[in-house]
């Protein structure tokens, strides 16, 4: 409901930054982590925190595995003095990263994963489980597709009158496929890039060797 929090992970990606500007929208508490990066336009923190909270983003977390344990964004949100516990986890990283992001919850809360950046499982501890009530699931947006045949066609004018609305922004960087395809590869691989890639198709119906 308003007010709540939601915590998610990999916040300076597309969905990461939909997301918390979907967040603004219903008036929920977006707490955004990204990890800590050496090069690139994601490499300075102070940047990107003022990028999230310009999207509504109400925390910026850095994750920096090299000095954080399992519960260090729990600490983090503590040290802070974050208004509350958030109640929905999003996990897109795997691994140590969704157990941090577990430790924050609530009891009884929710964290689900629809995504495995580092391809490493997700572990959370039977305390976790157990004693606090947590629930851990996966979504996956094609089997939903897959399921709500009769909502997507809503949801995606929904979603791109926001876009239009310029309710929903995406930052992006526009290649040419014929011209500019090379660099459009070297970019998309680039780490801490902080845009999409975006390939332009101007001559639709050449081959490509």
């Known amino acids: 409901k308003p007010g709540d929090a939601v915590i998610l992970n990999g916040a300076t990606g597309a969905i990461g930054s939909c997301v918390i500007q979907l967040c603004a929208m219903l008036k929920l508490r977006a707490i955004a982590v990204v990890r800590r990066h050496e090069t690139g336009p994601a490499s300075d923190p102070v940047k990107v925190e003022k990028r999230l909270k310009a999207l509504g983003a109400a925390e910026v977390l850095v994750e920096d595995d090299a000095k954080m344990g399992a519960s260090g964004l729990k600490f983090e949100l503590e040290k802070q003095k974050f208004f509350a516990k958030p109640k929905l986890a999003l996990d897109c990283v795997g691994g140590v990263s969704a157990s941090r992001l577990a430790e924050t919850l609530q009891d009884g809360c929710e964290l689900v994963c629809f995504g495995c950046v580092t391809g490493k499982a997700v572990t959370v501890p039977w305390t976790g489980l157990v004693g606090r009530g947590l629930v851990v699931r996966g979504f996956s947006l094609r089997k939903w597709m897959a399921a709500n045949k009769k909502k997507v066609p809503k949801m ?3 979603l791109a009158k926001l876009v239009n609305a310029d309710k929903i922004r ?3 960087t526009e290649y040419e496929l014929s011209s500019e395809f090379t660099e459009a590869m070297e970019h998309a691989l680039e780490p801490g890039k902080g845009t ?4 332009r198709v101007n001559d639709v119906g050449s081959t490509y060797t």
Do not use: C, Q, S
């Open 156 to 158: 995606l004018e929904t």
């Open 170 to 172: 995406i930052d992006f």
């Open 196 to 199: 999409k890639v975006l390939l």
